[in-house]
């Protein structure tokens, strides 16, 4: 089994209203797995999919080698999920959510879920209704942890969680694929992506776009470029600069993206009187779609 | 602690349902203990009144002896009590579930969806027999306080019980069925609610109103408590029906429940 998720030709659609179209992809194994897109593309569609909690309308699912709806049980005793607001029994301690779960995966480690609790810094005695969405989004992380799975799905697990335990998080999700396991997660976003995926896949409007590698994707994403200077001459300049698009102007600004050497943006911004330069990663749909261009002009 | 989806849910629902048990216990003491008071006045002004009003409220003569009482006063009266606790539990435990998102973190877990129905099924079943014992033990206690236990027949009160269990789990049942079918908390409670209703209108209404009579046949009250189970003891047949609308609902909602999408929070 090389591929621990496997999608072919899926479709869902919802009545007249579109869900997600003929997606196909791999997941391979002892990686992770970035699957990407703005909100309302079919991401969640899709993992309930994987999950076995919705049907296709058409394609198959294969995870971990086997039929998910057929074999939905046996295969989800090696996964572990987690959404983004996970909704847990709020008058129950984390403890005894975690038992629950735990006795009917048969499964239940006391010890290491105190390792997890410790690590990600998270009080498991304290009713859920009673903590906040952060806290909350740290039992539903251990529940998806504390089996050690072969596989985890992870629907936006980041957010609601603080910088500090999203470092641990991240941690913790290399380790598992240190440990040959593998990971799928959907996110809206890039730096996330950047930081912990080896390989990333772009959903919109419920159809795969993009489906390749990070360092790949990484070398084509345009940045955010805003200069302090409205100087004609400038913008000219620019207008004339290979790499340079989406070109405007504000009444103090000039604004674009760019895709190109940094020196040769650097070389002609140094002849200009320039008052304020920021550059940031575009946002993750020009990233991809800037990507997609690109491939379809080849 | 929890062992089960079955025990889980027990756990879940013990202070509620309790607390409906100790209401419905405590109804029922107050209501028996007003029977000296109605035995004296209410029967003999009874006996002044027409026929059609006598099918609602009861012959005079039943309000002459405790059994009589306890079947208009309990039995017919309570049905409402345990009927709202068991539409709001079977809208609960499976569609109030999936409408706040927790049935899909169960779903996650490997248990099939067929064991999740059937435990919770289960559980619900238990719980409402838990409430109608509030109902049996407040009564009879209730016949201690005012001296007539030794005129009631518990025997047969005990089968009149069994039969408001019987009733409130069919219409639990179709909520919970209406629950598995939909995933949606507010169809299942108000459709539910709506049958409840309009079928015990049909039942009561069809003794006066002709044009009902024929449509009564598939109002489940009508095999609740007619005839009387504390004046003729239990009809097996009406047990048999009341059962088989349960099953009905329990098998068609398990069927549909096992395919069909989960909805999406």
Redesign the interface.
């Known amino acids: 089994m090389n591929s621990v998720i496997e999608l072919t030709a899926l479709t869902k659609t919802f009545g007249k209203s579109r869900g997600v179209s003929n997606i196909s992809l791999k997941v391979p194994k002892g990686t992770i797995y970035g699957f990407l897109g703005p909100n309302g593309a079919g991401k969640?569609?899709t993992i309930?999919m994987i999950?076995?909690?919705?049907?296709p309308t058409s394609g198959e699912i294969r995870v971990l080698g086997k039929d998910i709806k057929s074999h939905?049980?046996?295969t989800?005793?090696d996964?572990g999920?987690l959404?983004s607001?996970?909704?847990?029994?709020g008058?129950l301690t984390g403890w005894?959510q975690l038992?629950?779960?735990g006795?009917?995966?048969g499964d239940f480690n006391k010890k290491y879920i105190e390792e997890l609790a410790n690590r990600f810094d998270c009080n498991l005695s304290r009713k859920q209704k009673t903590l906040s969405r952060g806290n909350r989004q740290k039992v539903?992380l251990i529940?998806a942890l504390m089996h050690r799975p072969k596989l985890l799905i992870l629907d936006e697990p980041t957010s609601g969680l603080d910088p500090l335990v999203q470092a641990e998080f991240n941690q913790t999700i290399l380790e598992h694929r240190a440990s040959g396991n593998s990971t799928f997660i959907s996110s809206h976003v890039l730096s996330e992506v950047q930081e912990l995926c080896d390989h990333v896949a772009f959903i919109r409007e419920g159809k795969l776009v993009v489906d390749t590698t990070v360092k790949t994707l990484i070398k084509s994403a345009p940045k955010q470029v805003r200069l302090g200077s409205t100087d004609p001459k400038l913008i000219k300049a620019l207008e004339k600069l290979p790499g340079v698009a989406n070109l405007t102007t504000t009444r103090h600004r000039c604004n674009f993206t760019y895709k190109g050497e940094s020196n040769t943006l650097i070389k002609t911004m140094g002849m200009f009187d320039i008052s304020d330069v920021s550059v940031e990663d575009a946002d993750l749909e020009s990233t991809f779609l800037s990507f997609y261009e690109e491939k379809e002009n080849v | 602690?929890?062992?089960?989806?079955f025990t889980?849910t027990l756990f879940?629902k013990r202070w509620s349902t309790l607390i409906w048990a100790i209401a419905i216990a405590i109804f029922c003491i107050l209501v028996v203990l007003l029977f000296p008071t109605f035995k004296e006045t209410f029967g003999k002004a009874l006996q002044d009144t027409p026929e059609n009003l006598r099918s609602l409220l009861g012959e005079a003569a039943d309000y002459q002896n405790i059994n009589g009482y306890i079947d208009i006063q309990v039995i017919n009266q309570m049905i409402f009590l345990t009927l709202i606790m068991g539409v709001i539990l079977g809208t609960n435990l499976l569609a109030g579930e999936e409408s706040?998102?927790?049935l899909?973190?169960?779903?996650?877990?490997?248990?099939?969806r067929s064991k999740i129905y059937w435990h919770k099924f289960l559980a619900m079943s238990l719980l409402l027999f838990l409430t109608s014992l509030g109902l049996f033990a407040g009564t009879l206690l209730a016949t201690l306080i005012i001296g007539e236990a030794n005129n009631l027949n518990i025997g047969r009160f005990f089968q009149a019980t069994l039969m408001v269990l019987l009733i409130t789990l069919a219409y639990a049942s179709l909520a919970f069925c209406l629950g598995a079918l939909s995933g949606r908390k507010g169809v299942a409670g108000v459709v539910a609610g709506f049958l409840a209703f309009t079928t015990f209108m049909i039942t009561t209404l069809a003794s006066t109103a002709k044009v009902l009579s024929s449509v009564n046949y598939i109002s489940p009250f009508k095999y609740f408590n007619s005839p009387s189970v504390i004046k003729n003891g239990i009809d097996l047949k009406n047990v048999m029906i009341l059962i088989s609308i349960t099953a009905l609902c329990a098998i068609v909602g398990w069927i549909v429940f096992r395919?069909r999408?989960?909805y999406?929070?």
């Open positions: 969640s569609t309930n999950m076995g909690l919705s049907s939905g049980i046996e989800r005793k996964i999920f959404s607001d996970m909704s847990l029994d008058h005894q038992e629950y779960f006795q009917l995966r539903a529940q | 602690m929890f062992k089960s989806i889980k879940d706040d998102g927790r899909q973190s169960l779903l996650a877990q490997p248990v099939s395919q999408d989960v999406q929070k």
